[in-house]
């Protein structure tokens, strides 16, 4: 399964809640899928966005909130599961789309090759936990994350492409964190 | 009331309601008193730029966040405040205890705690260095500039100030 269509699968099955997506081609390819105003895209931060959801989740009890992730992403913050294993928000759903590559970077290996971050969440303390590798998998799996109570975890294998072909997000910083809050009517 | 809930007290009145951080030592008290009060909704942060993701999400979700930290951390934040907090404007004010300000601490804090306001300055993050007697003020100062330049505001805490 491609990243692409990954993201697109999920984005196709959201409805109210809202995403916060990881820089790089996660982000590229959610705003290319669904550009929605309760989409948060990262352009820089790398690691961050698990804690920005987490804090996202905190503050917004009543709202669920989808994590798009990445491997290399994680792994720069992997202390981030223990915090959420710790406070377990019910509303936090983490996906990580994991192709066991740096791939925004030139496609360097990361270390999920050998490391399974499912089993790292199962281990923090997430309440669900699941993994999908092929489109059938994901199709039921994103169904059952978001009836989950979380914190919820879905592991998302995909395949290492040389380069994506989503373009740039086109949206300034200032304005996507506006839009965010316009759209939770938000002064 | 404490030194410690008296200055939470003073940033609570000036519309802080998000509170995370990693623990500092020169903040001994004030984090002891936040611990005993589950209602500021406290959350520990496992490093500063984790920090600075989550005051970030507060913020979206429609909250003023503080951050405490130690200016070490400061250090390890410089990424999420400068490729994140600072290109979005996301108003956070960072309540960083300065190790090493005077050049008499330990040999870890010598280097960075000198940097510190360089760092400040690299970042173009607009700070204050209250004393005792300033506090209240540098409080209203910076929650005044949090609204004013939206973007992170910090304020630079030599030990023995708000606590």
């Known amino acids: 399964m491609l990243r692409a269509e990954a993201i697109a699968a999920v984005l196709s099955k959201i409805g109210d809640e809202l995403v916060v997506a990881a820089n790089g081609w996660i982000s590229r390819e959610a705003c290319a899928a669904s550009d929605r105003s309760e989409n948060f895209y990262m352009l ?35 202390g981030t599961l223990a915090m959420i294993g710790d406070l377990r928000p019910p509303n936090f759903l983490h996906i990580v789309f994991d192709n066991e590559v740096y791939g925004s970077t030139g496609g360097q290996r990361s270390a999920t090759a050998n490391i399974a971050l499912d089993a790292l ?48 997000v086109p949206h300034e910083p200032e304005a996507l964190a506006k839009r965010f809050r316009a759209a939770l009517e938000i002064a | 009331m404490n030194r410690s809930g008296a200055f939470l007290e003073i940033l609570r009145e000036a519309g802080f309601d998000f509170f995370t951080g990693v623990p500092d030592s020169t903040f001994q008290p004030l984090l002891a008193e936040i611990a005993s009060r589950p209602d500021l909704g406290y959350v520990t942060a ?6 600075v993701g989550i005051a970030t999400g507060s913020y979206l979700g429609g909250r003023r966040p503080v951050i405490f930290m130690q200016n070490s951390g400061l250090a390890l934040a410089m990424n999420a405040l400068g490729s994140l907090a600072a290109i979005y404007r996301i108003p956070m004010l960072l309540v960083i205890g300065w190790r090493g300000h005077d050049g008499s601490d330990s040999p870890e804090h010598a280097l960075l705690g000198a940097a510190t306001p360089a760092l400040l300055d690299a970042l173009r993050l607009p700070f204050f260095v209250p004393d005792a007697e300033s506090l209240h003020s540098d409080v209203a100062r910076a929650a005044q500039t949090l609204d004013t330049q939206p973007g992170p505001c910090a304020l630079l805490c030599k030990p023995g100030v708000v606590c």
């Open chain 1, 121 to 168: 969440a199962r281990a923090a303390g997430y309440a669900d936990v699941r993994r999908a590798v092929t489109a059938e998998e994901l199709d039921a799996a994103i169904d059952a994350l978001l009836a989950a109570t979380g914190p919820a975890f879905l592991l998302v294998k995909v395949i290492a492409e040389s380069n994506g072909t989503a373009p740039r």
């Open chain 2, 46 to 51: 496992v490093s500063e730029n984790v920090a």
């Open chain 1, 44 to 78: 820089g931060s790398m690691g961050l966005a698990a804690p920005i959801g987490f804090g996202l989740a905190l503050a917004r009890p009543e709202r669920r909130v989808v994590i798009f992730d990445g491997d290399g992403n994680l792994l720069m913050t992997l």
